[in-house]
């Protein structure tokens, strides 16, 4: 399978700042790339993977150390008390799309290839970017293409897509390019499209809302000390690490105690986001919207 190697690899793993006999959780397993490169830095101790994609489960590792789970990450909590691993020692989430993803047709992701509109990660659920386009209504059209995807015209283009499923049920990505296009910036087409498409496939894989449960998880799951490594792609999902890491809520709202002192259950590593090097990039394109995020649990954090 098509698995490129993954962005910010050893600054990532490096992050983890990984010890001896210690757990560790890849929540994005993918063509396990990570988790090799964790495995190899692991004496003893556990790594557990997530991935909701059961094609990630053919790129599986032969390691007794190793768990593989088929499920979402929005459920860490639940899985790690089943798998007698809560609390951890470190976090490490790349969220991007991988490669084998985008680059297969019947997945539907890429505006390079004709197939079916699907958009799904995990292709047990029933819910498609067909049902999404053809479905939700002009304002939920609307609300999808303005916050997800930071579509300017997102009304404009609502309607349309609600005009021409009136002629015809919209089923395969070029037919649905060849509406998007319409309303398209002169010369800005393909950036348009990936907008569009981006926000669509956040909406069928409901993955703000999970990456946001799982965040919240996150201080209750890790040991004080422990460390959080996210590599975002968008301003979505960067702008809630950002607020994790700096406040300790998803809003960014400083809290303080009777003193005036802030009041945050992390201490960032890196006070900038880390981004791939022009050499990264020019071998992976995708690279470019890439950050990476670390922080560190305060040891003196008091759960409730």
């Not at 907008?195 to 809302?209: G, Y």
């Not at 006070?271 to 950050?291: G, L, T």
Request: some cysteine; hydrophobic content about 35%.
């Amino acid at each position: 399978m098509n698995y490129h190697k993954p962005v910010l690899l050893d600054e990532s793993v490096e992050g983890l700042n990984i010890q001896p006999g210690k757990t560790y959780i890849d929540v994005t397993y993918g063509g396990g790339g990570h988790a090799k490169k964790i495995l190899e830095k692991l004496e003893g101790g556990q790594l557990i993977a997530f991935d909701q994609d059961e094609d990630a489960r053919g790129n599986w590792i032969e390691d007794e150390r190793l768990i593989f789970v088929k499920g979402n990450f929005r459920y860490l909590k639940n899985y790690l008390k089943y798998y007698q691993a809560f609390p951890c020692d470190g976090i490490l989430a790349d969220l991007g799309i991988s490669s084998h993803q985008i680059d297969d047709p019947a997945r539907g992701f890429s505006t390079r290839y004709d197939g079916p509109l699907d958009f799904r990660m995990n292709t047990d659920q029933q819910f498609t970017g067909e049902d999404l386009v053809n479905d939700y209504s002009p304002g939920d059209l609307m609300f999808v293409l303005k916050n997800y995807g930071e579509i300017k015209n997102a009304k404009a283009l609502a309607k349309g897509i609600v005009k021409a499923r009136e002629e015809e049920r919209l089923s395969t990505i070029e037919q649905f390019k060849k509406l998007v296009e319409k309303y398209a910036p002169r010369y800005s087409e393909h950036k348009y499209l990936a907008k569009v498409f981006q926000a669509i496939r956040i909406e069928v894989n409901q993955e703000m809302q999970a990456l946001k449960q799982m965040l919240m998880d996150v201080s209750g799951v890790l040991k004080p000390g422990g460390r959080l490594v996210v590599i975002s792609y968008h301003s979505l999902e960067d702008r809630l690490v950002k607020n994790l890491i700096r406040a300790g809520n998803l809003e960014g709202t400083l809290d303080k105690d009777f003193y005036g002192n802030v009041k945050k259950p992390f201490e960032a590593i890196n006070r900038k986001p880390i981004v791939p090097s022009e050499e990264e990039i020019a071998r992976n394109p995708r690279a470019r919207s890439a950050k990476l995020r670390i922080a560190q649990k305060v040891e003196n954090d008091k759960e409730e």
